[in-house]
């Protein structure tokens, strides 16, 4: 089963895709947001042609858990994304995405430049990622 991921931020949304087994995450790309109809609109034409059977978007919550202004516009994103792909979209806790993909992109020695271009794709993987492995820990438990 493909899973697209889903990093939605209000300049760049960042994307990511499983691999056919749903084990594997893998960055894909990363759209300019000029808003949400337009951004939607791409993503479901890449839905369309990665044969996506679900969509995991990054929730964004506060570090005690609880969800502000942006966990909603996420929400509404996904909501917007299920009624135009007819695709069902998972919501995903994606505290520390961003600063862990920024971490990563330092540590690979990644230029200032390069890290903003394509931090948005690396959370999204890592978001799909952390998806995937608590998927198939729940599934490996039952």
């Known amino acids: 089963m493909r899973i697209l991921g889903v990093d939605y931020g209000t300049v760049r949304i960042g994307l990511s895709l499983s691999d056919p ?36 978007v990054g929730l964004p919550r506060h570090m005690n858990g609880e969800e502000g202004e942006r966990a909603q516009q996420c ?46 794709a690396m959370a999204a993987t890592l978001l799909l990622q952390g998806y995937l492995d608590g998927h198939r820990e729940t599934r490996a438990d039952s």
């Open 21 to 56: 087994s749903g084990i594997l995450a893998h960055s894909l790309k990363m759209i300019h947001r000029l808003g949400d109809a337009q951004a939607a609109r791409e993503i479901a034409e890449v839905v369309r042609g990665e044969q996506v059977e679900k969509i995991v």
């Open 75 to 120: 929400r509404d994103f996904a909501r917007r994304l299920e009624n135009l792909t007819r695709v069902s979209v998972d919501m995903y806790d994606e505290r520390l995405t961003s600063v862990q993909a920024e971490r990563v992109l330092i540590a690979a020695d990644v230029s200032r430049k390069r890290r903003k271009q394509v931090v948005d």
